[in-house]
C-alpha cells in the first residue's frame, strides 16, 4: 500500500516563500517520477513542476520558472517545491504525485498515486 502525504502549506503574504514536502510511505525501492500540481477554486489542475528519478530536466509551469524549485530526496522517497515570490494567483490546493513505484519484492505499478493536498494561500 503506498501513500503520499503532503505538508508545509499554509498563509503567506504575497512576496514570500514556502517550502512543500511530499513523502511517500510503503514498501518503496524507487519511484520513476515525482509531480507537483494544483488546482485553483473554479480552475482545472495543472502541472506545476515535475522530476525524474535522476533529477536531470526538471519541468515547470511557465508561471512559476525562476520563482519555484522542485527537488527530490530518493533515499527518503521524498518530493519537494521551493516557493519564493509567491503571488495570489499561487493560491491553490497543492498536489503530488507518483508514478512507476517499484516495490521491495520486486513488483512495479506503472499507475500514479495522489496526495490528499495542502492548501497555500498568498493574501496579504
Known amino acids: 500500500q503506498v501513500q503520499l502525504v503532503e505538508s508545509g502549506g499554509g498563509l503567506v503574504q504575497p512576496g514570500g516563500s514556502l517550502r512543500l514536502s511530499c513523502a511517500a510511505s510503503g514498501s518503496i525501492r524507487s519511484i520513476r517520477a515525482m509531480d507537483w500540481y494544483r488546482q485553483a477554486p473554479g480552475k482545472q489542475r495543472e502541472l506545476v513542476a515535475g522530476l525524474t528519478r535522476d533529477g536531470a530536466s526538471p519541468n515547470y509551469v511557465d508561471s512559476v520558472k525562476g520563482r519555484f524549485t522542485i527537488s527530490r530526496d530518493n533515499a527518503k522517497n521524498t518530493v519537494y517545491l521551493q516557493m519564493n515570490s509567491l503571488k495570489p494567483e499561487d493560491t491553490a490546493v497543492y498536489y503530488c504525485?507518483?508514478?512507476?513505484?517499484?516495490?521491495?519484492?520486486?513488483?512495479?505499478?506503472?499507475?500514479?498515486?495522489w496526495g490528499q493536498g495542502t492548501q497555500v494561500t498568498v493574501s496579504s
Open positions: 504525485k507518483a508514478t512507476g513505484i517499484l516495490t521491495n519484492p520486486g513488483t512495479y505499478y506503472g499507475n500514479s498515486y
